[in-house]
């Protein structure tokens, strides 16, 4: 389910951009992100809340993947935009490579909630 969430969000939020400015777009995304990781804390009890902390995760991700390639060219041009996104997107499996080491450091150290809260600070 989180799965399919990302890639219909993919499509509609990459898309809004047409007809919605890109920070309003954005600035809901992170807000809907830093919500649900906050409240994420809070649903160990209820699936339904958790699945939704889950789902608007999966959400902001694959909409914030989908909505780089237009950010990057109106930014930098068609020339430059390319390029820059090509570096951005490599920088993805590096976030995804240190996010690895970081948890298998530190979560035993700090649990979950540690976690977590290292999750809101980036």
């Not at 930098?76 to 935009?81: A, E, H, L, N, V």
Request: proline share 2%; net charge positive; with cysteine.
């Amino acid at each position: 389910m989180g799965a399919l969430f990302n890639g219909a969000c993919k499509i509609v939020l990459a898309s809004s951009l047409d007809y919605i400015p890109f920070k309003p777009v954005y600035t809901g995304i992170l807000i809907a992100i830093f919500a649900s990781l906050i409240l994420i804390h809070f649903s160990k009890s209820s699936s339904v809340m958790f699945g939704a902390c889950i789902w608007v995760n999966f959400m902001g991700d694959g909409s914030m993947t989908s909505m780089l390639p237009v950010v990057t060219i109106s930014v930098f041009g068609i020339k430059r935009g390319t390029e820059v996104y090509g570096y951005m997107y490599s920088v993805f499996g590096l976030a995804a490579m240190s996010g690895v080491a970081i948890v298998g450091t530190l979560q035993h150290l700090i649990g979950y909630s540690g976690m977590l809260i290292i999750c809101l600070i980036f």
